[in-house]
C-alpha cells in the first residue's frame, strides 16, 4: 500500500552536520501550507488516474522539524489528505521531533491530531556531542520528552542517535545504548556522522578546527551497535533500523520493500513505480509555482536497469533481502540467472547467504553494503 511523505522545510537553527533542505526563518510558514495543501490536492491521481481515492497505509511528516508546526497546521494538512485519498483506519502516522519542542500540552494535542508514532531525534545522550552539532536540546530534555511521550499515550516511539563522532569512545557510545536499552524504546534508528559537502561541520574540518570522521572508529560502532542490539532484543530488520516486537516503521519498510510513494513539499521525492519526481529544493520557488497552479518538480524517467539497481539497493539493506522471485516477475529470467550468477562471489565470501529465495547480507556484509549492490548492478 502507498505512503504519502511531507516535507516540513523549517529548523529552529542548523545542526552542524545536516545537508537536509530547510530554513531556520519561518516567516513564509503559512503560505508554505497552503502551498502544501494545494499540492495534496494537484496530486490526488499520483498513484492511479481514476475517481477513487488511493488508499494509504502510511503518513510521515518529515524535515526540518515538523514538530514546530502549530497543531491547527497540522491539523490542517490532515485534514486536506483526508479529502483527496483514502487514509487506511489502522494507517501509521509518523511526525519527527526535536525533544525540545514536546511538551506534555504539545504531545497531547499531538495524540489528537492523530499522530501516532514519534520519531525523536535525540542524537546522543551526551551532552558536549549535542552542543557540537548545535542541536537545539540537552539531554534533559530528551529524557523529559521521552518519559512525557509514553505518559501522554505514545506506545509507538523511535529515537535517532548517531555514531561514529570524533572523540567519542567506545565507552561513550556504549553509554548511549545502553540509555536506548534502559528506556525499552521500541524503535531505534542509528547512522554514522556523514560529512556532507557545504556543510558546517564540512567547513569546520577543512579549517582543522574539528577533526574528521574515523572510519575505522565508526565501523567499530556500527558492531558495537549490531552485537548490543541483538543482546538487547533488537531485530536489525534494516542496516540503521532496529526494534523490539515486530515495531518496524511501515513508512520506511514501504520504501525498502519498493512501494510507492508521494512526497509533498519542497525536496521532497516521490514513485510510483514508472518514475521518480524530485520537487524544487527552494521554498520561495516551491510557493511560487504552486500559486500559479504548476508542480515544482522534475521527472525522472527510469530505465530497467535503474529499476533494478534501486531496487536491489534498498532491498539488500533489510531482513528481507533482495528476492530472486520479485526479479524474475518484475525484470525477467536473464536479469535472474545474472543476479544468481554473479551472487556466487558473494557467497564465497561470506557477504551473503540465500535464506527461502532472497539475497541476504550477512553481519559482514553489512559493513560492505554499498560495496555489494554497486557490484551487483546491471550497467549494459
Not at 512525557?148 to 565507552?171: E, H, M, T
Request: charged content about 20%; glycine content about 6%.
Amino acid at each position: 500500500m502507498p505512503g504519502i511523505y511531507i516535507h516540513i522545510p523549517y529548523c529552529r537553527k542548523a545542526c552542524h552536520y545536516c545537508d537536509f533542505h530547510f530554513s531556520t526563518t519561518l516567516s513564509s510558514k503559512a503560505q508554505m501550507i497552503g502551498a502544501m495543501k494545494k499540492e495534496i490536492e494537484m496530486q490526488k491521481n499520483f498513484f492511479e488516474d481514476t475517481h477513487q481515492k488511493a488508499l494509504i497505509n502510511s503518513i510521515y511528516f518529515g524535515g526540518g522539524t515538523p514538530s514546530l508546526l502549530q497543531i491547527e497546521e497540522l491539523k490542517d494538512l490532515m485534514d486536506t489528505l483526508h479529502q483527496y485519498f483514502q487514509i487506511d483506519q489502522h494507517a501509521e502516522i509518523t511526525l519527527e521531533a526535536n525533544p525540545d519542542d514536546l511538551n506534555p500540552f504539545k504531545l497531547q494535542e499531538l495524540l489528537e491530531a492523530s499522530i501516532n508514532r514519534l520519531s525523536i531525534g535525540v542524537q546522543s545522550f551526551y551532552q558536549p556531542h549535542l552542543k557540537e552539532m548545535n542541536r537545539a536540546h540537552d539531554v534533559s530534555m530528551a529524557l523529559k520528552s521521552i518519559e512525557d511521550a509514553r505518559r501522554i499515550g505514545f506506545s509507538n516511539i523511535s529515537v535517532d542517535l548517531i555514531y561514529g563522532i570524533p572523540d567519542q569512545s567506545n565507552a561513550m557510545w556504549t553509554e548511549n545504548l545502553d540509555m536506548v536499552f534502559k528506556l525499552d524504546i521500541p524503535h531505534l534508528s542509528c547512522y554514522s556522522l556523514t560529512v556532507e559537502p557545504g556543510t558546517a561541520l564540512a567547513h569546520f574540518i577543512r579549517k582543522g578546527s574539528r577533526k574528521d570522521v574515523d572510519e575505522e572508529m565508526a565501523a567499530s560502532h556500527f558492531h558495537m551497535l549490531m552485537k548490543q542490539a541483538a543482546e538487547n532484543g533488537y531485530e536489525q530488520y534494516e542496516i540503521s533500523n532496529f526494534c523490539k516486537n515486530g515495531m518496524y516503521s511501515k513508512h520506511n519498510s514501504n520504501y525498502w520493500k519498493a512501494e510507492k510513494f508521494l512526497g509533498i513539499g519542497p525536496s521532497a521525492h516521490s514513485f510510483n513505480g514508472l518514475y521518480r519526481q524530485s520537487n524544487v529544493s527552494n521554498n520561495q520557488q516551491y510557493i511560487k509555482s504552486i500559486s500559479e497552479g504548476k508542480l515544482p518538480h522534475t521527472i525522472e524517467n527510469l530505465t530497467e536497469n535503474e529499476k533494478y539497481n534501486e531496487y536491489l539497493m534498498v532491498s539488500l539493506r533489510t531482513i528481507w533481502g533482495c528476492s530472486f522471485q520479485y526479479v524474475e516477475k518484475n525484470f525477467g529470467t536473464k536479469v535472474l540467472l545474472d543476479l544468481e550468477k554473479s551472487a556466487q562471489r558473494f557467497l564465497q565470501m561470506g557477504l551473503i547467504h540465500i535464506n527461502q529465495g532472497n539475497v541476504v547480507l550477512t553481519t559482514k556484509g553489512k559493513l560492505l553494503a554499498d560495496y555489494v549492490s554497486r557490484e551487483l548492478f546491471r550497467t549494459d
